[in-house]
C-alpha cells in the first residue's frame, strides 16, 4: 500500500525537495501552499498517513494548522511533522503542546528525512 504524505510549505521549491525525497521512496505526496490549502486538501476526502508541515507561512501558519487538524476526528491521531528553520526550544515546545509529533529543522538531510518519514508511516 503506497503511503500518502500531504506537505505544506509556502516555499515551491521546499516543496519540490520534500516531494522528489519522498517520491523516489514510493509515497505519494500532495502539496498544501499554507495552513488554509492544507486544511482544504484534508477536507477533501484523501486519507494521508503523515503531515509534514512548516512554521511560518501566511494565511495561516504551521501551530495553527496543528491545532485546525487535532480538531478534525478523521485526522485527530496523525503523525505530524513540523519541517523549519526555527530550531528554538520554546517553539518547538509549542509546537508539541500544538500536537506536532516531531521536529526536523530545515536544512535537512534527506536520508535521516526518509528514515523518520518511514518510521512515521508504519
Known sequence: MVKHVLSVDDSPS???IIKSCL???GYQVTEACDGLDGLEKLKQGNEFNLLIVDFNM???DGISFVKE???LQTYNKIPIVMLTTE???LKKAEGARS???GWITKP???EEF???VGRLTK
Open 87 to 89: 530550531s528554538e526550544a
Open 69 to 71: 487538524v487535532r480538531k
Open 114 to 116: 526518509i528514515k523518520v
Open 14 to 16: 521546499m516543496r519540490m
Open 58 to 60: 501566511p494565511n495561516m
Open 108 to 110: 535537512f538531510d534527506p
Open 99 to 101: 500536537g506536532a509529533t
Open 23 to 25: 517520491e523516489k521512496e
